[in-house]
């Protein structure tokens, strides 16, 4: 019913030259995604160009940013609008990361209204969500998650449900090599699509894509994509290297 998301989050890596070569070493081994499996990637800035540029030629791998801000444009040294994203190419971009909550101030706040004015202008989101290691031992994290996704929802119309993607990304497992049990994944997927449920309905709920974050790789990934609500991943470090990018592309195509 919902077709996987496999998103590529490169975060601070991969300037023009490191772009076209990572997305050469992608296209030399799957030059169109298989049906069922949605690809993304999301390069820095500076390399969203060079991406669209490569991507004409694999199909199926659509182009995101890493962040926008929620004005059309003005004094706001160092941000991108979402019409400049619009203007490169991009269909999607990433929103409330945890390392922008934590590095850069971004506030549920932020994030809603970066969101709607996303949405607006013809961007979808792919909305960051998760604990901390402390809130999960405290048994917050179902709270605290619940928490993110109806703030950063404030004022969604029922319409854009389709439009929106929900990364759970649990902060103790980006980038560390822990990950998330695939009976913690989907027990947090199944209980953010309630929460999507309640705030649109079931049907809108059962049509959002909610990938999950941290530490995916290809040997971890099927399990993870097993799981009932996990629609994808939303990959950090298994992104940069063409082959464990498209082992997990695989995965979910045998999955799909
Ligand atoms: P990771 O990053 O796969 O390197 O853990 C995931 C993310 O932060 O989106």
Redesign the pocket.
Known sequence: MRNFLI?G?W?MNCGIAETQSLLTGIKEIQDSMPEGVDGLVCPPMVSLQAAADELQNISGIALGGQNVHFEDNGAYTGEVSTQMLNEVGCDYV?LG???RRQYFGETDKTVNAKVNKSLEDGLKPVI?VGESLKQRKADEHKLRVRKQVQAALIGVEYEDAQNLVI?Y?PIW?????E?ATPDQAQEMHKMIRAVLADLFDKDAADQIQIVY?????PHNAEELLQQTDVDG???????LKADSFTDIIEIADNLS
């Open positions: 998103a989050n975060k990433i990361h945890s390392e960051c990364a990304e497992a980006i980038g560390t090599g990950t974050g941290g530490s995916m790789k991943g939303l990959i950090g470090g298994a992104s």
